[in-house]
């Protein structure tokens, strides 16, 4: 079992940045991937970015360039800079672990961005 806790999410201005951390515990050393994903109102949940834990990398389109995944150390905790935020960037955004073939969920944190 792996736990997911997600923070950061907040009210910021179109073009503003904020960072999200996700901590995982609980059986963090089987964990291959981990990643951030996105859910607008009346929307599908969609992938944001995930690092591997060999640190490789993979952003959706629509956050190339003004995104950023990292991570504190082997695994835990990860991080999602976002800048150059805009409106469309609304959303709850859920922290995922891959862990011997299950997928784990944080409970969300909200992004709003004003226009």
């Known amino acids: 079992q792996v736990q997911l806790v997600e923070s950061g999410g907040g009210l910021v201005q179109a073009g503003g940045s904020l960072r999200l951390s996700c901590a995982a515990s609980?059986?963090?050393?089987?964990?291959?991937?981990m990643g951030w994903y996105r859910q607008a109102p009346g929307k599908q949940r969609e992938l944001v970015a995930t690092?591997?834990?060999?640190?490789?990398?993979y952003y959706g389109d629509s956050v190339k360039g003004r995104f950023t995944i990292s991570r504190e150390n082997d695994k835990n905790p990860i991080y999602l800079q976002m800048n150059s935020l805009q409106p469309e960037d609304t959303a709850v955004y859920y922290c995922?672990?891959?862990?011997?073939?299950?997928?784990?969920w944080g409970q969300g944190t909200q992004v709003t961005v004003s226009s």
């Open positions: 995922n672990a891959f862990s011997l073939g299950y997928n784990y």
């Open positions: 609980g059986s963090i050393f089987s964990i291959s991937l």
């Open positions: 690092i591997t834990t060999g640190g490789r990398t």
